[in-house]
């Protein structure tokens, strides 16, 4: 029977001797839990794992979109569409658009995820020519005016994808993982574009309908663990590869929990991890916050659980409440690579150095 290892991430100081670091970052672990479908096997140490397994989830991730994968890093969402749970219509025109862009560079978005279709449960599909006018003129004008830091874009549709690179972006965030789109593989190949790998049971439209798994937790790993592989054919490296177990996308509270619970086990992909729960209903349904604005405080609160577990990326509405949380977080466990404290102690696992800006 095939077994799991999710590593037990930690961030205290009082690190055993020989403890690895989790994918080269600032967590550290001495014991994996071992899992299987059926349930968990036990816990053992590190000594006990085989090569292979400890490679994946020790091996420091590469750079993805130019920013470093050192520590944890906020990506800022845009949504540039009428119909977005959230805050449609808010920022579909362009003015609004980039000023709302560069108030969260400033507020400490060191990635922008710029989308043109909502994927809102229920919404509908926009054609590609709309879709792309809507993303690639608010990429270029970014750029045009300065902006040299990472810019994503969240679409499904090659096509999109071609014209947000061709404007500027530097990462496609895929929602159906390559799935809704057969010509999505080879324009990430061509373009030499990023790739964020999610998660997501069924389309838009139906996909909170009735979702169902064996074990949501295992059955979310294969599949992403098949997703990467099928870039990797296409000729996209494991290197540019981020992934995201897609919390919401067709799954129950309880299915959000359990991938929440388990988030370390994505290491084992070998690919930095990407979190994208800001502003969720079920973060609603438990923290009684009917309207999405509402959700700010549920949705840091698991960020930083899953940053405590080593998710690289942070995909959010609330940058700056977001951004002064993960300071607080990073500060008490004395991890925080960009102040300048002569009294901080030590720094975190790091060079100290900012990571290099993305390449054009």
């Not at 324009?187 to 074990?215: F, I, K, N, S, W």
Request: net charge negative.
């Amino acid at each position: 029977m095939t077994q799991y290892y999710r590593p037990i991430a930690m961030q205290d100081a009082a690190r055993p001797e020989g403890a690895p670091s989790l994918a080269g970052g600032w967590c550290w672990f001495d014991r994996v839990e071992v899992l299987q479908r059926g349930g968990s096997v036990g816990v053992v140490g590190v000594s006990d794992l085989p090569q292979a397994v400890m490679a994946r989830l020790c091996a420091p991730r590469a750079a993805l979109a130019g920013l470093g994968m050192n520590r944890p890093r906020i990506m800022g969402i845009l949504n540039v569409t009428p119909d977005s749970f959230s805050d449609g219509g808010m920022f579909d025109a362009p003015e609004a658009a980039l000023a709302h862009a560069r108030s969260m560079r400033a507020a400490g978005a060191e990635m922008l995820d710029i989308g043109g279709e909502s994927t809102r449960p229920g919404a509908a599909e926009v054609p590609v020519e709309a879709e792309a006018a809507r993303v690639a003129p608010v990429i270029a004008a970014l750029r045009a005016g300065g902006d040299e830091g990472a810019i994503s874009v969240d679409t499904r549709k090659a096509g999109v994808a071609r014209a947000a690179v061709a404007a500027g972006a530097d990462l496609v965030n895929d929602v159906s993982a390559m799935l809704f789109d057969p010509a999505m593989a080879g324009a990430v190949a061509e373009t030499g574009a990023a790739l964020c790998l999610m998660h997501a049971q069924g389309v838009p439209e139906t996909m909170q309908a009735d979702p169902r798994y064996d074990d949501v937790l295992l059955d979310v790993y294969d599949h992403l663990e098949e997703r990467v592989a099928a870039a990797e054919a296409a000729g996209i490296p494991r290197a540019r590869i981020c992934v995201d177990p897609g919390i919401g996308f067709g799954k129950r509270p309880q299915h959000n929990l359990a991938l929440l619970r388990g988030l370390s086990l994505f290491h084992g992909l070998g690919c930095p991890v990407l979190l994208g729960v800001s502003r969720k209903k079920f973060i609603g349904t438990i923290g009684r916050a009917a309207e999405a604005r509402d959700r700010a405080p549920g949705s840091i609160a698991l960020a930083l659980g899953a940053v405590a577990q080593g998710v690289q990326i942070l995909r959010v509405h609330d940058v700056a409440q977001t951004a002064q949380a993960l300071a607080l977080w990073q500060a008490q466990w004395q991890l925080d690579w960009r102040a300048d404290w002569p009294d901080a102690g030590p720094k975190g696992p790091s060079d100290g150095q900012p990571a290099p800006a993305p390449a054009r």
